[in-house]
């Protein structure tokens, strides 16, 4: 069965230090992935989208940058934190079939002080 | 215009009682929705997807899908107080629409099954 694993669960980083955040998938190969992130209250605004190795589109230009370096992975970055940038952070991972589905790691709730 | 959009809530439905929750979306060549629910400080978890026009069945959950009103609803029958939690609607944007396939989701609805 195909799981999206994402660490860390919670983060807390000062302003202006930078962010590393790992999403994996397994059980399935060439998997479209997506980051969110969910201000406190707020929806899920979306990020990045990834259909395969090194293919990135940004939907929000921001301080963050995405990278897939390998098909099953997708990594979220920044080289300096804002205040702004707090939130849940979720990974998904969207099946490609007839009845597709979107699927959601467990997120990493991220404080930025 | 929000591409998709929610009554924010919150909807309190006795114990029991049909909860029904309403979802409206812009973009014309959406093709696929999807319905979650959210607890706080979790993540969402799948519901369903239903991507044709009518009615999609499973379990104690109902979707309803109208393309030509641009309208996505869900319905939760014999409501419990665990189904309490924030609804989110999605829409994908269509493969023969140019682009990625874009999830857009709706700022959710806050649901409330008093006991």
Request: proline residues 5%; contains cysteine.
């Amino acid at each position: 069965s195909q799981t999206i694993h994402q660490w860390p669960a919670t983060l807390v980083q000062p302003v202006g230090s930078p962010l590393s955040l790992e999403c994996t998938v397994e059980g399935t190969s060439n998997p479209n992935l997506y980051w969110y992130r969910q201000a406190a209250g707020r929806g899920l605004q979306l990020l990045f989208y990834s259909v395969g190795i090194g293919q990135i589109s940004s939907e929000v230009p921001q301080n963050l940058s995405a990278s897939r370096p390998q098909d099953r992975q997708f990594i979220l970055s920044s080289k300096k934190l804002l205040l702004s940038d707090s939130g849940f952070y979720l990974c998904a991972w969207r099946t490609q079939s007839i009845n597709e589905k979107l699927f959601f790691g467990s997120g990493t709730q991220l404080s930025v002080l | 215009q929000k591409e998709v959009e929610q009554n924010s809530g919150p909807l309190s439905v006795p114990e029991g009682a049909i909860a029904s929750l309403n979802c409206t979306y812009s973009d014309r060549v959406s093709q696929s929705f999807f319905w979650y629910r959210q607890y706080s400080g979790k993540s969402p978890e799948l519901i369903m997807s239903i991507y044709s026009n009518g009615d999609k069945e499973d379990g104690r959950f109902t979707a309803q899908l109208n393309k030509a009103s641009q309208y996505v609803s869900l319905l939760i029958r014999d409501s419990q107080p665990s189904d309490s939690a924030t609804y989110l609607c999605a829409a994908v944007r269509g493969w023969n629409s140019g682009g990625y396939q874009k999830v857009t989701f709706g700022t959710g609805t806050k649901l409330q099954v008093i006991p």
